[in-house]
């Protein structure tokens, strides 16, 4: 018999995206709410590497310790003629968007794949890093381990 997978880890090759709010519209007397796009397009890629690396294997059980790392594209202000500039080699990601915005989008993008709902995950543990370069892509890790 096959002893059940503990965990799952994968790499989302794309720059994070936050989770934008819901967006509100009234057509016709009906109002709905809606994802924006760009959310929903990343939403969307999480879930896919997510399925490629749980490879078939039905979502995970019980409690769950999730860990995201968010490498972020570094504003081109950081950059001189040979690389990154000595004053940002060190900078760190405070501005906005929120790491918290980021953790829900990876979330919401592997809810019902990884794991049944996100309301299993009782421990996390989140960052958000510039990258060391133009040879450093922007990505997203994850890692899902049962406790």
Known sequence: MKAKPTGYGFTVDTAPIAKARARVVTKGGVTRAYTPQKTATFEQLVGIRAREAMRGQPPLDGALYI?????????????????????????????????DNYCKAVLDGINGVVFKDDSQVISQTSHKFYVNGLDDPARVEVEVKTL
Not at 67 to 96: D, S, W
């Open 67 to 99: 860990m995201i790392q968010c490498y972020l594209p570094r504003p081109k202000a950081h950059y001189g003629k040979a690389g990154i500039k000595p004053q940002f080699v060190n900078a760190e990601p405070i501005g906005r968007p929120d790491l």
